[in-house]
């Protein structure tokens, strides 16, 4: 067993990663003026307050006549201060504010915590800090409190890890702390004056000893007030020195060798070796290395192989800081029956891993897999809190300082092969303590009774020698073992942290209809959003058929105003449309109203009887809404001519009006009836909607129309021209009002997502120089736009401008001339500038839906006009990423060149520069003969 389990690291972060995204939490740090190190976490989602205060001193400085003195003021501290003298007032508070205390004491720091519900946390940091300002440190509890120590180390008496631990220690060099007795009991503590307590808390319970963190959802600005005010009056004495030294053991010539009596039945193989770890182990980890390697369990590892031999049957190891002065690495074997017997094999099995680490180059892929693991574990874990965190982190300021204080649980800087390599030279045999747990042993039976000792403070009995001779230099000499090697890179590790996209299912697809679905996680609220289009191939079979389509639609509106009106006021707004597909409606607010208007809604398409008087008013309105599309504005003409070439069916507004003329009341009542005919669906439903109860809903809407379903083949196509590449077509139209038009579109390829991503890159660079040159420094007129745009299966780049005062072949002219200046120019831009416009596009990208109806309606787009390719902004944002420069600027140098391009120019003149012998259909006509159809 490694130390700490990466499997648990990775199934904790995979789980979590969809609830935890990005951590909000703030820290500030700071010293107080008295010494005191502070560390201030503020984060809203914290669900409780905690605080912890680190004490910078522990049980290796009691006194050697007065074991255990560190811990028993750990224990008096807490009774009582002088504002709060009531015994077990603290824990009272706490305890009715959710919260609880405690503390610790090892062997180099001591430290105090307790967590408490957010409103509670002034006061509880008064409590608090009284303890470390002003202690009673009554000695009329003292006899109370040696007798809680005691008992607390009666507890510890028969738990077979405390045994060893203390067997391990007072087997360490004589006289030195660390083989000190650290818990105390009645033996130890039972004369303890007070002068001996006071003394202790005077030399080392001193501010500039002490670092505190606080942390709650409270702001940091509150958070900073209130620490400044509760600790500024902690003593700030200089602490007594203290160290101690990290030469534990001698060597010996040979190894020593300790069977060990344990209480419960177990059978262990413990091996402990004293090393110095380095200073700044906390930045690189060094340490953790050896529990990732002597503790792996996979293929090559020593648990593997000891097990494979029947020898054990579990195993751990670790190296770790025992105090701030040394540290130990330990390996315990869990042994089998056969194990037991043949110790030696285990012993020399887990030397031979040692020597084959010692022998391996530095494990760089080990480190790097803990980083990441630490990196991700920290990223989507839940945000710690609680006194668990905050230790943790008044812990870490008090023993390294503030500067790295936010990574405490997560620093990874460097690698540091030298040091790593230094602890491997300080594992040796000579100098280590090598335990063989076992209720018997056959080789030293009990009653040699001359061979056994006693542990003092825990009675563990136990026999100890130095191994000299052939077992030893059996274990200096070992044969290369090819089993045991470095553990492989672990094939689980997470390599994608890309959550899973949001997307709508299909939930219906049948004859006639394509729906689908996608419930709202996002904003939570009791709305609906639906998009629906009716397809009929009636709809667009000639300008006469989409004229009468346009009327039955704005008479269906006319009638529905009645019931429309209230319906916005409850919050709900709609579309209904007339489309070259068919009839497009969008629906979105309050799901309970927008599936009750829908259902009405359904009922008045069916309706096609309408009023003569009404009839005659819409119609009217129709006509003259046409008959006034010439004298629109310039640019929106050219778009007319744009569209009339580029689709292979498109009727000009003139077309529709001329049909128009002649439709009357009862053609429109036909009409609806061969609309209704044959129908296809298709919709998509966003929010606040049971999937069967949207099927339900739509399914019934298509079977109340009593239309029969078109089949896949009979769906309407709008196919659009193929410009033929390196030619130049131009289109010329006489206009009947004052401003001139220039429109050039550019196909500049099948709009494959790079080709999108690289034009939407180009057309933005290009936008502000165009406007610039064409609009400030030209004066050419008002409107000036240029830009790109996507219509299946292309992309196009238009440019656009609108003059009163010069001529569409004058714009021409001086258009094409800075176009051809453009690739150049964007060539030579410089990469600072192309990054910010690759820094715009992404925000552009990633920003998020404002509502529901946003939503459905762009994943509707996506669903039947993207090839429902949902995760259409991920991969652009992908490509986005990846994209060169270089590339873009061939892209536009490749739109542009005259060789290359496709590219056609709409010259739409002003009357006053009207252009003699021009007639535009007939040049419509000439110019349609050029083209070629893509579906
Ligand atoms: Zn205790």
Redesign the pocket.
């Known amino acids: 067993m490694r130390t700490k389990s990466v499997l648990f690291l990775l199934i904790f972060s995979l789980t979590s990663s969809l609830l935890w995204a990005k951590p909000s939490r703030q820290y500030r740090k700071f010293k107080l003026k008295n010494g005191l190190k502070v560390v201030l976490v503020s984060d809203a989602r914290l669900r409780i307050s905690s605080a912890s205060m680190s004490v910078k001193i522990g049980s290796l400085a009691d006194p050697p006549q007065r074991m255990g003195l560190a811990?028993f003021l750990?224990?008096m501290l807490f009774l009582a201060t002088k504002k709060y003298p009531r015994l077990n007032s603290y824990g009272e508070f706490l305890k009715a504010r959710g919260g609880y205390s405690n503390a610790y004491t090892a062997t180099d720091h001591t430290n105090y915590h307790f967590q408490v519900n957010h409103e509670g946390l002034p006061e509880a940091l008064d409590r608090f800090a009284q303890f470390f300002i002003s202690p009673l440190l009554d000695y009329k509890y003292a006899k109370r409190e040696v007798a809680a120590?005691h008992s607390?180390h009666q507890k510890n008496i028969p738990n077979d890890t405390w045994r060893l631990m203390q067997l391990q220690r007072s087997l360490l060099k004589k006289g030195h702390p660390a083989t000190k007795f650290h818990t105390g009991c009645n033996r130890t503590l039972a004369g303890t004056k007070e002068e001996e307590l006071r003394a202790f808390f005077q030399a080392y319970y001193t501010a500039p000893n002490m670092a505190l963190c606080v942390m709650s959802s409270r702001s940091l600005e509150e958070l900073e007030h209130l620490v400044r005010r509760i600790f500024s009056p902690l003593p700030s004495r200089p602490p007594k020195p203290f160290h101690v030294s990290a030469d534990l053991l001698d060597p010996v010539e040979g190894y020593r060798f300790i069977r060990v009596l344990p209480v419960k039945r177990i059978r262990q193989l413990h091996l402990y070796f004293p090393v110095q770890l380095p200073a700044d182990d906390y930045l690189t980890k060094t340490s953790r290395l050896f529990g990732m390697t002597i503790g792996d369990e996979g293929k090559g590892s020593l648990l593997s192989l000891l097990k494979r031999l029947g020898l054990a049957s579990s195993l751990s190891a670790g190296a770790s800081r025992d105090s701030r002065f040394y540290g130990g690495l330990r390996i315990t074997v869990g042994l089998t029956q056969k194990g037991l017997k043949e110790y030696n094999t285990v012993l020399r099995l887990c030397l031979a891993y040692l020597e084959m680490l010692k022998n391996s180059p530095f494990p760089l892929h080990i480190w790097k897999e803990m980083k990441t693991l630490a990196e991700i574990s920290h990223r989507y874990s839940p945000p710690p809190e609680g006194t668990e965190a905050a230790i943790g982190i008044a812990n870490f300021a008090n023993e390294y300082g503030l500067k790295y204080v936010e990574k405490w649980d997560h620093l990874f800087l460097r690698p540091d092969p030298r040091s790593y390599r230094h602890i491997l030279q300080q594992l040796q045999i000579e100098r280590a303590l090598i335990f063989l747990v076992a209720k018997t042993f056959p080789d030293l039976p009990r009653d040699k009774k001359e061979r056994w000792k006693e542990e003092p403070w825990y009675g563990t009995q136990y026999a100890d020698e130095v191994v000299k001779g052939k077992d030893y230099l059996a274990l200096k000499h070992l044969p290369k073992v090819p089993q045991l090697h470095l553990p492989l890179p672990n094939p689980f590790l997470p390599r994608r942290f890309d959550l899973i996209v949001e997307r709508p299912i299909l939930i219906l697809q049948q004859k006639g209809i394509r729906l689908w679905y996608a419930p709202d996680y996002e904003f939570k609220r009791p709305k609906l959003a639906l998009a629906l289009q009716m397809i009929s191939p009636t709809a667009y079979a000639s300008a006469r058929d989409f004229a009468l389509l346009r009327l039955y639609v704005a008479l269906l509106l006319d009638s529905l105003n009645e019931y429309a009106y209230p319906a916005q006021m409850a919050g709900l707004s709609y579309r209904l449309q007339a489309n070259r597909k068919g009839v497009f409606l969008q629906l979105s607010g309050y799901s309970d109203s927008v599936v009750r208007f829908f259902t009405m809604l359904v009922k008045f398409l069916k309706k096609k009887e309408f009023h003569p008087q009404d009839f005659a008013r819409i119609k009217e309105r129709l006509v003259q809404l046409l008959e006034n599309a010439p004298y629109q504005q310039a640019y929106l003409v050219s778009r007319e001519s744009a569209r009339k070439f580029f689709y292979k069916t498109y009727y000009l507004p003139e077309e529709i009006l001329q049909a128009l003329r002649s439709c009357e009341r009862k053609d429109v009542q036909d009409f609806a009836n061969r609309f209704f005919q044959k129908l296809h669906i298709q919709a998509i439903g966003v929010g606040n909607i049971t999937a069967p109860h949207l099927k339900s809903l739509i399914v019934s809407c298509f079977n109340s129309l009593k239309a029969t379903p078109l089949s896949a083949k009979e769906l309407p196509v709008f196919s659009r021209t193929v410009l033929p590449e390196g030619k130049d077509l131009i289109y010329r139209q006489n206009l009947l009002t004052n401003n001139s038009c220039l429109r050039i579109d550019y196909q500049v390829g099948k709009a494959d997502l790079k080709t999108q991503v690289a034009a939407e890159l180009f057309a933005r660079a290009i936008r502000s120089p165009f406007y610039t040159q064409m609009r400030t420094r030209q004066m050419l007129g008002y409107i000036v736009w240029s830009g790109t745009y996507f219509a299946k299966p292309f992309q196009y780049q238009v440019f656009l401008i609108q003059s009163g005062t010069h001529s569409a072949d004058d714009l021409f002219q001086r258009a094409d001339a800075f176009l051809a200046a453009l690739p150049k120019l964007f060539a030579k831009m410089p990469p600072k500038m192309f990054e910010a416009i690759r820094r715009g596009y992404r925000e552009d990208l990633r920003k998020p839906f404002h509502s529901v109806a946003e939503k459905a309606f762009w994943w509707y787009n996506v669903a039947f006009e993207r090839g429902e390719d949902f995760e259409l902004i991920q991969k652009k944002l992908q490509i986005l990423q990846n994209i060169t420069q270089d590339e873009v600027a061939s892209l536009l140098s490749k739109t542009l060149a005259p060789k290359t391009r496709r590219r056609i120019v709409f010259l739409h003149n002003a009357k006053q520069f009207a252009t003699k012998g021009i007639d535009g259909k007939q040049e419509m006509e000439k110019l349609c003969q050029e083209r070629r159809f893509s579906p």
Do not use: N
Request: net charge negative; charged share 40%; glycine share 0%.
């Open positions: 811990h750990e224990h120590v607390e």
